[in-house]
């Protein structure tokens, strides 16, 4: 079995890849329809909560989610970014205050250790970072997390990588991606993305995702995007 990677080195290749998550038009490109999920996302959240004061951004790399929702929700007054890398949270900051007044708090540390309060956050988002998570015990305990956090009627946005429980159609989708990466630029880049992705990622399938949301208290989940072997779903406090 590969060993993965540790949390400081995955800190370290972001530390070092701030711009390419910097380009709102286009987030991260070796995610399949970043684009869009970030769209229908910021949207879906600002119709379900249109008044919104306070957000959190989970693995918030350079800001974009955030910087999409506040085109969308004039109210925010709070902002809370967790990120490991203090460049993309400085990078984030950054943006952020560029175009909103609202307070902002730059939390750099693993998500797992930071300690999210009760009945805060009327959104939270996350992207691309649930995939860090390593065990069922982690994965149950940060949802636990982010449920409590919200306030009544809470919503929970999450974008991410994910596998699938039944092996033939793992690797035909798996295979697919492969496809997207290599067209996307070449087989070299394709391998190394599956390189980082073994060393890096333990990402869990949308049907495991969306059994967690109930076992933890939300009464409502609706799956927003899929494509591949990417999805993006809502839980509702």
């Not at 690797?171 to 996307?184: A, H, M, P, R, V």
């Not at 333990?202 to 495991?208: G, V």
């Amino acid at each position: 079995m590969t060993r993965k990677s540790t949390v400081e080195e995955i800190k370290n290749r972001f530390d070092n890849d701030v711009e390419r998550f910097s380009v709102l038009q286009t987030g991260q490109s070796s995610t399949v329809d970043a684009p869009l999920t970030l769209e229908i996302i910021s949207a879906g959240a600002a119709a379900h909560h249109p008044n919104a004061t306070a957000i959190l951004d989970v693995g918030c790399g350079a800001g974009n989610y955030t910087l999409k929702l506040l085109e969308k929700l004039p109210n925010v007054q709070t902002i809370d970014l967790i990120d490991l890398s203090r460049p993309m949270l400085d990078r984030a900051a950054e943006r952020i205050s560029a175009v909103s007044t609202a307070s902002v708090t730059t939390h750099q540390t693993d998500m797992r250790e930071l300690d999210l309060g009760a009945n805060k956050f009327d959104v939270i988002t996350a992207a691309a970072t649930l995939h860090h998570l390593r065990t069922d015990e982690q994965w149950e305990m940060m949802f636990t997390k982010f449920y409590n956090a919200l306030k009544p009627g809470g919503s929970f946005w999450v974008s991410d990588l994910m596998t699938h429980d039944i092996p033939a159609v793992q690797d035909i989708l798996w295979g697919k991606y492969g496809d997207y990466l290599s067209d996307l630029k070449d087989e070299a880049y394709r391998d190394h993305v599956f390189d980082y992705v073994g060393k890096e990622d333990t990402p869990k399938p949308l049907s495991y995702q969306l059994r967690l949301l109930d076992k933890v208290g939300f009464s409502q989940a609706e799956i927003l995007h899929k494509n591949t072997v990417f999805g993006a779903y809502v839980g509702i406090k």
